[in-house]
Structure formats: structure tokens, C-alpha cells
């Protein structure tokens, strides 16, 4: 079997349900930048801290489930969809990392070592992710938890970052304003 098929070299691609869109298409858009943010985070671990990783393996498994989600406009109910679940799951980490951490008193630069900078960055992408399904739910019908998945992520990769940076002892800073 080869790789290429040639059947995107008119600017269209198929849907999980194999209808054709454009690659411009606002579906695209969003499913490709959490591919993005997928394939950035693949690019953290490791991390050197193994329950870290551990979490950003499950956050990578969890985001092919929200590409499918967004590539599938009329998803039957064994189709790989997004639950309140997966949320919850992200939610529980959050506030159990949160309790590593020191409360913050102001807005942090993003940045730190290696892992810590790679977690900020993963985390704007992740963003830029959630911007797009949000646009694409104007125009056409999605599953609304993939929006709140993706916001609730980006939560858990600020905390990931800081949590990395505290481990490894890298100093957060404050903008100056």
C-alpha cells in the first residue's frame, strides 16, 4: 500500500463519512490543528518526569478521538466521540498537579526549561485548536464537548508547564509591564 493516492491534489480531502470538502474547509482547519497540537506535544515527551508523560500519552489518544469527533459531521453512536469523561479526566489532573504548585499571584512568561516552554507553547496551539472548532460550531453542528475538551486542555498544559518547571527548577517570571 503507498502513502500518497493523489486524491487530495485538487485541494479536496474526504471526511470520516467520506463526503469531499475543501482542505480550507473550517473542519479541516480545526481537526488540523489539533493534529498539530497532537503531533507538538509528541515532540515534549519525554519529559523526564514519568507521570507527565504518562498524561500527555493519554492527552495524545484522547486528541486522535477529538480529530475523528471533528471529521465526522454525522457521527453514528459507535463512532470515536468525545465525552464529558475525557474532560473530567483532565479536570482530576489539573487539580491534583494544582496542589504541587504555588498559587499564582500574576500573569507567568511562557517559558522555563525545556519541557516547561514546549508545554506553553503546546498549550497556544492547543488554543488556536479551540478557536477553530468554536468557529466551525457557528457554521455547522459538532459536538459541543469537543470545545470544552479543548479549553480544559490548554488549562491542564499551563499547569503541565509549571508543574515542569518547578520540578526541574526553573523559575517562573512575571511580565513587566
Not at 84 to 92: A, F, G, Q, R
Not at 134 to 161: C, H, M
Amino acid at each position: 500500500m503507498t502513502i500518497y493516492t493523489g486524491r487530495g491534489d485538487e485541494g479536496d480531502t474526504d471526511l470520516r463519512d467520506m463526503s469531499r470538502v475543501s482542505k480550507a474547509s473550517p473542519r479541516i482547519e480545526a481537526y488540523g490543528t489539533v493534529d498539530e497540537a497532537n503531533a507538538l506535544i509528541g515532540t515534549i515527551r519525554p519529559t523526564g518526569h514519568d507521570d507527565l508523560d504518562d498524561l500527555l500519552e493519554t492527552v495524545q489518544n484522547h486528541l486522535h478521538v477529538v480529530q475523528a469527533d471533528l471529521a465526522n459531521p454525522e457521527p453514528a453512536p459507535d463512532d470515536p466521540q468525545v465525552a464529558p469523561e475525557h474532560v473530567e479526566t483532565l479536570e482530576d489532573r489539573i487539580d491534583a498537579l494544582d496542589d504541587e504548585l504555588e498559587p499564582l499571584r500574576s500573569f507567568i512568561l511562557p517559558g522555563g526549561g525545556q519541557a516547561g516552554a514546549r508545554l506553553h507553547h503546546a498549550r497556544t496551539v492547543t488554543r488556536r485548536a479551540e478557536r477553530r472548532a468554536v468557529e466551525l460550531a457557528r457554521s455547522e453542528p459538532i459536538n459541543e464537548t469537543v470545545v470544552t475538551y479543548l479549553n480544559r486542555l490548554s488549562d491542564l498544559l499551563f499547569t503541565l508547564g509549571r508543574v515542569a518547571n518547578a520540578r526541574d527548577d526553573e523559575p517562573e517570571e512575571s511580565p513587566s509591564y
